[in-house]
Protein backbone atom coordinates (compact mmCIF):
# COMPACT_ATOMS: atom_id res chain seq x y z
CA UNK A 1 0.00 0.00 0.00
CA UNK A 2 1.31 3.41 -0.62
CA UNK A 3 2.33 5.52 2.08
CA UNK A 4 1.38 9.03 3.26
CA UNK A 5 4.74 10.21 2.22
CA UNK A 6 4.86 8.45 -1.48
CA UNK A 7 1.61 10.96 -2.00
CA UNK A 8 3.27 13.81 -0.52
CA UNK A 9 6.48 13.35 -2.94
CA UNK A 10 4.34 13.18 -6.02
CA UNK A 11 2.08 15.63 -4.74
CA UNK A 12 5.04 17.91 -4.23
CA UNK A 13 3.71 18.91 -0.99
CA UNK A 14 4.45 18.29 2.91
CA UNK A 15 3.39 14.70 4.59
CA UNK A 16 1.43 17.12 7.42
CA UNK A 17 -0.80 18.43 4.19
CA UNK A 18 -1.32 15.00 2.94
CA UNK A 19 -2.93 13.68 6.14
CA UNK A 20 -5.21 16.60 6.52
CA UNK A 21 -6.53 17.12 3.22
CA UNK A 22 -7.04 12.94 3.10
CA UNK A 23 -9.00 13.10 6.43
CA UNK A 24 -10.92 16.53 5.11
CA UNK A 25 -9.69 18.88 7.54
CA UNK A 26 -11.55 21.75 7.71
CA UNK A 27 -9.17 23.94 9.33
CA UNK A 28 -7.16 23.35 6.76
CA UNK A 29 -6.31 26.28 4.25
CA UNK A 30 -5.22 25.13 0.74
CA UNK A 31 -6.44 25.40 -2.52
CA UNK A 32 -8.78 23.00 -4.56
CA UNK A 33 -6.18 22.51 -7.42
CA UNK A 34 -3.87 21.28 -4.59
CA UNK A 35 -6.73 19.10 -3.36
CA UNK A 36 -7.40 17.85 -6.60
CA UNK A 37 -3.53 16.75 -7.17
CA UNK A 38 -3.38 14.99 -3.71
CA UNK A 39 -6.35 13.06 -4.52
CA UNK A 40 -5.48 12.13 -7.96
CA UNK A 41 -1.94 11.25 -6.55
CA UNK A 42 -3.94 8.45 -4.05
CA UNK A 43 -5.91 7.26 -6.38
CA UNK A 44 -3.07 6.47 -9.10
CA UNK A 45 -0.87 5.16 -6.38
CA UNK A 46 -4.05 2.46 -5.71
CA UNK A 47 -3.68 0.97 -9.30
CA UNK A 48 -2.67 -1.39 -10.96
CA UNK A 49 -0.59 -1.07 -14.01
CA UNK A 50 -1.88 -3.29 -16.62
CA UNK A 51 -1.06 -3.99 -20.84
CA UNK A 52 -3.84 -3.28 -22.64
CA UNK A 53 -4.28 -4.14 -26.30
CA UNK A 54 -3.45 -0.85 -28.71
CA UNK A 55 -6.10 0.12 -31.43
CA UNK A 56 -4.98 2.75 -34.23
CA UNK A 57 -5.33 6.14 -32.43
CA UNK A 58 -8.86 7.74 -32.39
CA UNK A 59 -10.96 9.84 -30.02
CA UNK A 60 -13.50 9.36 -27.82
CA UNK A 61 -15.51 11.86 -25.53
CA UNK A 62 -15.79 11.62 -21.68
CA UNK A 63 -18.96 12.95 -20.41
CA UNK A 64 -19.09 13.50 -16.51
CA UNK A 65 -22.00 14.68 -14.28
CA UNK A 66 -19.66 15.84 -11.80
CA UNK A 67 -17.25 19.28 -12.11
CA UNK A 68 -13.73 18.88 -10.75
CA UNK A 69 -14.65 20.79 -7.51
CA UNK A 70 -17.58 18.19 -6.45
CA UNK A 71 -15.16 15.37 -7.81
CA UNK A 72 -12.95 16.59 -4.27
CA UNK A 73 -16.24 15.61 -2.21
CA UNK A 74 -17.53 12.53 -3.82
CA UNK A 75 -14.04 10.96 -5.13
CA UNK A 76 -15.94 7.69 -6.19
CA UNK A 77 -16.51 9.81 -9.68
CA UNK A 78 -13.09 10.88 -9.94
CA UNK A 79 -11.60 7.30 -9.65
CA UNK A 80 -14.41 6.18 -12.18
CA UNK A 81 -12.87 9.01 -14.46
CA UNK A 82 -9.17 8.06 -14.00
CA UNK A 83 -9.63 4.70 -14.69
CA UNK A 84 -11.04 5.58 -18.03
CA UNK A 85 -8.25 8.11 -18.64
CA UNK A 86 -5.50 5.12 -17.73
CA UNK A 87 -7.13 2.82 -20.19
CA UNK A 88 -7.78 5.04 -23.04
CA UNK A 89 -4.13 6.14 -22.70
CA UNK A 90 -3.13 2.53 -22.73
CA UNK A 91 -5.37 1.62 -25.64
CA UNK A 92 -3.94 4.47 -28.21
CA UNK A 93 -7.50 6.61 -27.31
CA UNK A 94 -7.41 10.42 -27.15
CA UNK A 95 -10.15 11.93 -25.02
CA UNK A 96 -11.79 14.98 -25.11
CA UNK A 97 -13.67 15.94 -21.46
CA UNK A 98 -17.12 17.57 -20.90
CA UNK A 99 -19.25 18.34 -18.43
CA UNK A 100 -22.89 18.12 -18.81
CA UNK A 101 -24.99 20.37 -20.88
CA UNK A 102 -22.13 20.97 -23.78
CA UNK A 103 -23.96 18.48 -26.08
CA UNK A 104 -23.41 21.26 -29.03
CA UNK A 105 -19.60 21.04 -28.56
CA UNK A 106 -19.38 17.21 -28.74
CA UNK A 107 -20.86 17.34 -32.23
CA UNK A 108 -18.25 19.72 -32.95
CA UNK A 109 -15.48 16.76 -32.42
CA UNK A 110 -14.30 13.99 -34.16
CA UNK A 111 -15.02 11.44 -31.92
CA UNK A 112 -15.48 7.39 -32.35
CA UNK A 113 -18.08 6.63 -29.41
CA UNK A 114 -19.01 8.00 -26.21
CA UNK A 115 -18.11 7.29 -22.25
CA UNK A 116 -20.83 8.94 -19.88
CA UNK A 117 -19.93 8.86 -16.05
CA UNK A 118 -22.84 9.75 -13.66
CA UNK A 119 -26.80 9.77 -13.69
CA UNK A 120 -28.63 11.62 -16.87
CA UNK A 121 -32.32 12.82 -17.22
CA UNK A 122 -34.27 11.23 -20.35
CA UNK A 123 -33.42 14.28 -21.96
CA UNK A 124 -29.51 14.29 -21.67
CA UNK A 125 -29.52 10.67 -23.01
CA UNK A 126 -31.50 11.55 -26.21
CA UNK A 127 -29.20 14.48 -26.81
CA UNK A 128 -26.60 11.90 -25.97
CA UNK A 129 -27.73 9.60 -28.46
CA UNK A 130 -28.05 12.18 -31.20
CA UNK A 131 -24.35 12.66 -31.47
CA UNK A 132 -23.23 8.85 -31.60
CA UNK A 133 -24.51 5.05 -31.38
CA UNK A 134 -21.57 4.30 -29.60
CA UNK A 135 -22.11 4.71 -25.83
CA UNK A 136 -21.19 3.18 -22.97
CA UNK A 137 -22.81 4.34 -19.63
CA UNK A 138 -21.20 4.34 -15.84
CA UNK A 139 -22.61 3.90 -12.94
CA UNK A 140 -26.16 4.15 -14.20
CA UNK A 141 -28.03 1.79 -17.26
CA UNK A 142 -30.71 3.84 -18.92
CA UNK A 143 -31.60 1.20 -21.79
CA UNK A 144 -29.79 -2.01 -21.54
CA UNK A 145 -31.84 -2.93 -24.72
CA UNK A 146 -30.17 -0.09 -26.77
CA UNK A 147 -26.71 0.73 -24.44
CA UNK A 148 -23.96 -0.51 -22.72
CA UNK A 149 -23.56 0.23 -18.90
CA UNK A 150 -21.05 -0.82 -16.53
CA UNK A 151 -23.33 -0.68 -13.32
CA UNK A 152 -22.72 -1.65 -9.20
CA UNK A 153 -25.27 -3.88 -7.63
CA UNK A 154 -25.54 -1.83 -4.52
CA UNK A 155 -28.89 -3.66 -3.56
CA UNK A 156 -26.34 -6.50 -2.78
CA UNK A 157 -23.56 -4.44 -1.81
CA UNK A 158 -26.02 -2.86 1.10
CA UNK A 159 -27.14 -6.48 2.04
CA UNK A 160 -23.49 -7.42 3.06
CA UNK A 161 -23.32 -4.56 5.49
CA UNK A 162 -26.68 -5.76 6.95
CA UNK A 163 -25.97 -9.30 7.27
CA UNK A 164 -22.31 -8.69 8.86
CA UNK A 165 -24.09 -6.01 11.73
CA UNK A 166 -26.74 -8.66 12.40
CA UNK A 167 -24.78 -11.72 12.13
CA UNK A 168 -22.81 -9.54 15.20
CA UNK A 169 -25.96 -8.76 16.77
CA UNK A 170 -26.16 -5.36 16.77
CA UNK A 171 -30.10 -4.88 17.49
CA UNK A 172 -29.98 -1.17 16.67
CA UNK A 173 -28.34 -0.22 12.78
CA UNK A 174 -28.80 3.69 11.91
CA UNK A 175 -28.55 4.74 8.22
CA UNK A 176 -26.56 7.96 6.87
CA UNK A 177 -27.48 8.35 3.30
CA UNK A 178 -27.61 11.01 0.34
CA UNK A 179 -30.20 11.92 -2.56
CA UNK A 180 -29.16 13.29 -6.00
CA UNK A 181 -31.03 14.79 -8.97
CA UNK A 182 -30.39 15.02 -12.30
CA UNK A 183 -28.25 18.23 -13.30
CA UNK A 184 -31.11 19.69 -15.76
CA UNK A 185 -33.47 19.00 -12.32
CA UNK A 186 -36.00 17.35 -14.09
CA UNK A 187 -36.53 14.17 -11.92
CA UNK A 188 -35.00 13.02 -8.53
CA UNK A 189 -33.16 10.12 -8.17
CA UNK A 190 -34.09 7.12 -5.81
CA UNK A 191 -30.85 5.61 -4.51
CA UNK A 192 -30.66 1.74 -4.33
CA UNK A 193 -28.50 1.85 -0.74
CA UNK A 194 -31.51 3.71 1.01
CA UNK A 195 -34.07 1.97 -0.75
CA UNK A 196 -32.76 -1.45 0.45
CA UNK A 197 -31.72 -0.59 3.43
CA UNK A 198 -35.54 -0.06 4.81
CA UNK A 199 -36.86 -2.56 3.10
CA UNK A 200 -34.30 -5.58 3.99
CA UNK A 201 -34.59 -4.64 7.72
CA UNK A 202 -37.60 -3.89 7.58
CA UNK A 203 -37.86 -7.70 6.28
CA UNK A 204 -35.98 -8.66 9.53
CA UNK A 205 -38.24 -6.42 11.87
CA UNK A 206 -35.16 -4.40 12.40
CA UNK A 207 -35.79 -1.24 11.23
CA UNK A 208 -36.64 2.39 12.84
CA UNK A 209 -36.61 4.94 10.76
CA UNK A 210 -36.20 7.38 13.18
CA UNK A 211 -32.11 6.57 12.97
CA UNK A 212 -32.52 7.27 8.87
CA UNK A 213 -30.52 10.54 7.86
CA UNK A 214 -30.44 11.52 4.33
CA UNK A 215 -28.82 15.07 3.33
CA UNK A 216 -25.91 14.97 0.06
CA UNK A 217 -23.42 12.74 -0.24
CA UNK A 218 -20.90 15.16 1.06
CA UNK A 219 -18.03 14.56 4.16
CA UNK A 220 -19.86 17.65 5.35
CA UNK A 221 -23.06 16.25 5.12
CA UNK A 222 -21.89 12.77 6.91
CA UNK A 223 -20.52 15.68 9.86
CA UNK A 224 -24.12 17.45 10.12
CA UNK A 225 -25.62 14.32 10.04
CA UNK A 226 -24.48 11.92 12.60
CA UNK A 227 -24.02 15.45 14.68
CA UNK A 228 -27.76 15.47 14.78
CA UNK A 229 -28.47 11.43 14.97
CA UNK A 230 -25.92 11.93 18.33
CA UNK A 231 -28.37 14.98 19.61
CA UNK A 232 -30.98 13.03 19.17
CA UNK A 233 -30.51 9.87 20.43
CA UNK A 234 -27.82 10.25 22.76
CA UNK A 235 -27.41 7.04 24.58
CA UNK A 236 -30.05 5.16 22.48
CA UNK A 237 -27.42 6.03 19.22
CA UNK A 238 -27.55 3.08 17.16
CA UNK A 239 -24.49 1.10 17.82
CA UNK A 240 -23.86 0.39 14.18
CA UNK A 241 -24.29 3.13 10.92
CA UNK A 242 -24.14 2.15 7.54
CA UNK A 243 -22.76 5.24 5.26
CA UNK A 244 -24.41 5.07 1.56
CA UNK A 245 -20.50 6.16 0.49
CA UNK A 246 -17.36 6.69 2.23
CA UNK A 247 -17.18 10.82 2.24
CA UNK A 248 -20.30 10.04 4.45
CA UNK A 249 -18.14 7.97 6.49
CA UNK A 250 -15.50 10.22 7.14
CA UNK A 251 -17.47 13.11 8.05
CA UNK A 252 -19.89 10.77 10.29
CA UNK A 253 -16.32 9.31 11.84
CA UNK A 254 -15.35 12.75 12.65
CA UNK A 255 -18.44 13.49 14.25
CA UNK A 256 -18.33 10.71 16.54
CA UNK A 257 -14.59 11.31 17.41
CA UNK A 258 -15.36 15.02 18.48
CA UNK A 259 -18.64 13.84 20.53
CA UNK A 260 -15.90 11.70 22.58
CA UNK A 261 -17.82 8.44 21.03
CA UNK A 262 -15.64 5.27 20.80
CA UNK A 263 -15.86 3.75 17.50
CA UNK A 264 -15.82 0.85 17.32
CA UNK A 265 -16.36 0.34 21.28
CA UNK A 266 -19.73 2.14 21.02
CA UNK A 267 -20.36 2.94 17.59
CA UNK A 268 -19.72 0.39 14.36
CA UNK A 269 -19.31 1.78 10.75
CA UNK A 270 -18.96 0.92 7.33
CA UNK A 271 -19.15 3.23 4.27
CA UNK A 272 -19.14 2.23 0.72
CA UNK A 273 -16.86 3.00 -2.01
CA UNK A 274 -13.33 2.05 -0.52
CA UNK A 275 -11.85 5.27 -1.91
CA UNK A 276 -8.12 5.77 -1.43
CA UNK A 277 -8.86 8.32 1.70
CA UNK A 278 -10.62 5.07 3.44
CA UNK A 279 -6.97 3.33 4.80
CA UNK A 280 -5.57 6.60 6.25
CA UNK A 281 -8.46 8.33 8.11
CA UNK A 282 -8.46 7.27 11.67
CA UNK A 283 -9.76 4.56 12.82
CA UNK A 284 -9.03 3.44 8.99
CA UNK A 285 -12.52 3.24 7.56
CA UNK A 286 -14.73 -0.39 6.96
CA UNK A 287 -16.35 -0.17 3.64
CA UNK A 288 -17.55 -2.14 0.81
CA UNK A 289 -14.97 -2.13 -1.85
CA UNK A 290 -16.57 -0.74 -5.45
CA UNK A 291 -13.79 -1.53 -8.06
CA UNK A 292 -14.03 1.72 -9.45
CA UNK A 293 -11.28 1.71 -11.24
CA UNK A 294 -12.16 -1.67 -12.97
CA UNK A 295 -15.44 0.20 -14.20
CA UNK A 296 -13.11 2.66 -15.54
CA UNK A 297 -11.14 0.18 -17.72
CA UNK A 298 -14.19 -2.15 -18.78
CA UNK A 299 -15.98 1.37 -19.63
CA UNK A 300 -12.85 1.96 -22.50
CA UNK A 301 -12.88 -1.84 -23.27
CA UNK A 302 -16.57 -2.51 -24.00
CA UNK A 303 -16.66 1.30 -26.48
CA UNK A 304 -13.50 -0.58 -27.95
CA UNK A 305 -16.14 -3.66 -28.65
CA UNK A 306 -18.55 -1.14 -30.32
CA UNK A 307 -16.36 0.93 -32.17
CA UNK A 308 -14.89 -2.55 -33.49
CA UNK A 309 -18.55 -3.81 -34.84
CA UNK A 310 -20.29 -5.32 -32.02
CA UNK A 311 -24.26 -4.34 -31.98
CA UNK A 312 -25.82 -6.39 -29.64
CA UNK A 313 -25.94 -3.97 -26.00
CA UNK A 314 -24.05 -5.53 -23.28
CA UNK A 315 -25.04 -4.43 -18.97
CA UNK A 316 -21.99 -5.26 -16.90
CA UNK A 317 -21.88 -5.33 -13.24
CA UNK A 318 -18.90 -5.56 -11.42
CA UNK A 319 -18.66 -7.15 -7.69
CA UNK A 320 -18.26 -5.59 -4.74
CA UNK A 321 -16.37 -6.94 -1.69
CA UNK A 322 -16.96 -6.26 2.00
CA UNK A 323 -13.35 -5.16 4.09
CA UNK A 324 -13.13 -5.00 7.69
CA UNK A 325 -11.00 -2.28 9.38
CA UNK A 326 -10.76 -0.39 12.29
CA UNK A 327 -14.31 1.60 12.21
CA UNK A 328 -15.85 -1.64 12.27
CA UNK A 329 -15.90 -5.33 14.80
Given at each position: ????????????????????????????????????????????????????????????????????????????????????????????????????D?????K?????????????S??????????T???????????????????????????K??D????????????????????????A??????????????????????????????V????????????????????????A???L????????L????????R???????????????????????????LM???????????????????????????V??????
Amino acid sequence: MATIKDIAELAGVSIATVSRVLNYDSTLSVGDETKKRIFEVAEQLSYKKKQAKKLEAGKIALVQWYTEKEELEDLYYMSIRLGVENQSRQMGFAISKYFQDNYEDIKKDDIQGLIAIGKFSDQQIKDMAAITNHIVFVDTSPDEEQFDSIVIDFEKATKKVLDHYLALGHESIGYIGGREVFKDKQEAIEDPRELTFKSYLSEKGRLNEAYMYVGEFTVSDGHALMKKAIHEHGENLPTAFFAANDSLAVGALRALLEEGIPVPGRVNIIGVNDISISKYVFPSLSTVKVYTELMGETAVNTLAERIEGRKIAKKITITTQLVIRDSSA
